[in-house]
């Protein structure tokens, strides 16, 4: 069970995204090695975690951050898809903003979070800030573990092949 799963708080707070059918799509995209929900879930949690610790908008922050990156890759055209570093946090604004009340801190964080890749939109509150470093200290750790499990996937194959070559002779 993941930490977030136990904490009854975020739970209650990110309970009607987690159940809107819509939202879960994001479960079925790759990023990072893993699934866009789960690299949202865990930037979420991670931003509740320390927004509240400095006493900030946590509530808001907790939800905000969760649609961070709500976009299937069917969503964006070819060319979109090329730059979606630069691309998808306008397309996943639209969706949030589709299925869910934001706020305006809310919608800046979502609009924001690619700061400084997207120099032009610099976050406007702590908040935002807050969450498009955890995406930023997130996104390296993901990319650090599919990275290794590749090289450990590499090194299983070249081991199995050696089997079967042993095996023959
Ligand atoms: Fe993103
Ligand atoms: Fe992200």
């Not at 009607?16 to 930037?43: A, D, M, Q, W």
Request: hydrophobic content about 40%; charged content about 25%.
């Amino acid at each position: 069970m993941n930490h977030f799963q136990k904490d009854c708080e975020y739970n209650k707070i990110i309970n009607h995204v987690l159940t809107n059918e819509e939202f879960l799509k994001i479960n079925n995209c790759r990023h990072h090695g893993i699934t866009r929900l789960e690299h949202s879930l865990r930037v979420s949690y991670f931003s509740y975690k320390i927004s509240k610790k400095l006493k900030l908008n946590y509530k808001e922050t907790a939800v905000a951050s969760l649609l961070h990156d709500f976009f299937t890759d069917d969503q964006l055209t070819k060319k979109e898809h090329s730059l979606s570093a630069f691309t998808h946090p306008k397309k996943c604004l639209k969706n949030a903003n589709k299925y869910f009340v934001l706020s305006d801190m809310q919608k800046d964080i979502i609009y924001s979070h690619m700061f400084p890749l997207i120099p032009t939109r610099p976050p406007k509150y702590l908040e935002s800030w807050l969450v498009s470093m955890v995406d930023k200290v997130v996104a390296a750790y993901e990319f650090i573990l599919s990275y290794h499990k590749l090289c450990f996937l590499k090194l299983e194959n070249i081991a199995a092949v050696l089997m079967l070559v042993l095996v023959r002779f």
